[in-house]
T-cell receptor
Framework: AQKVTQAQTEISVVEKEDVTLDCVYE???????LFWYKQPPSGELVFLIR??????QNEISGRYSWNFQKSTSSFNFTITASQVVDSAVYFC?????????????FGTGTQLKVEL | DGGITQSPKYLFRKEGQNVTLSCEQNLNHDAMYWYRQDPGQGLRLIYY???????QKGDIAEGYSVSREKKESFPLTVTSAQKNPTAFYLC????????????FGPGTRLTVT
């Protein structure tokens, strides 16, 4: 069975600090997809990134960057120069490819608080 | 604007009553999903549907029912058999290919007393 672990329940930083959110996953499949979602206080999940298991290149999008390492089954998310608007719950999720549909397994989320 | 709508945002019911949560999408997605979120927890899959008139149970389907009569709509009924129905319910949709991300609605917060 697939599993996603986000060991950090809550992180507090001061604005402009860099912060890394950890995600460790377990799967028996060789083909799978990893996702990060942001959940602001309004409650709606916002898609941030998708990465497939064959693409280990790191990705940068503005202040956001993702580090995917198959050797350690990790898909970590870094926010550079954090801002108050980054305050939210962030979820890492895993989807296995195949005929079972696009079922996502979510981690328990990391609450990020960015303070002035 | 394309997106997913869920109504209402907040819903209150008395114990023992069935309640139906609405989910509509205009993204032309084949697949739709219902998740439940409890405080401090991740999302858990209740039901999903990959195509009209077909749906499958997720990890916590007991006490819930769904229908998929139209591509755009995937209503969820929380029945009186659901022991702890108070939760935040999120609907999502995606292309059928497993590589595509799911897009979520704003959610419905259900409180049963």
């Amino acid at each position: 069975a697939q599993k996603v672990t986000q060991a950090q329940t809550e992180i507090s930083v001061v604005e402009k600090e860099d912060v890394t959110l950890d995600c460790v996953y377990e799967t028996r499949d060789t083909t799978y997809y990893l996702f990060w979602y942001k959940q602001p206080p309004s409650g709606e999940l916002v898609f941030l990134i998708r990465r497939n298991s064959f693409d280990e290149q790191n990705e940068i999008s503005g202040r956001y960057s993702w580090n995917f390492q198959k050797s350690t089954s990790s898909f970590n998310f870094t926010i550079t120069a954090s801002q108050v608007v980054d305050s939210a719950v962030y979820f890492c999720a895993l989807s296995e490819a195949g005929g079972g549909g696009n079922k996502l397994t979510f981690g328990t989320g990391t609450q990020l608080k960015v303070e002035l | 604007d394309g997106g997913i709508t869920q109504s209402p945002k907040y819903l209150f019911r008395k114990e023992g009553q069935n309640v139906t949560l609405s989910c509509e999408q205009n993204l032309n997605h084949d697949a739709m999903y219902w998740y439940r979120q409890d405080p401090g927890q991740g999302l858990r899959l209740i039901y999903y549907s990959q195509i009209v008139n077909d749906f499958q149970k997720g990890d916590i389907a007991e006490g819930y029912s769904v229908s998929r009569e139209k591509k755009e709509s995937f209503p969820l009924t929380v029945t009186s058999a659901q022991k702890n129905p108070t939760a935040f319910y999120l609907c999502a949709s995606s292309s059928r290919d497993g590589s595509y991300e799911q897009y979520f609605g704003p959610g419905t917060r259900l409180t049963v007393t």
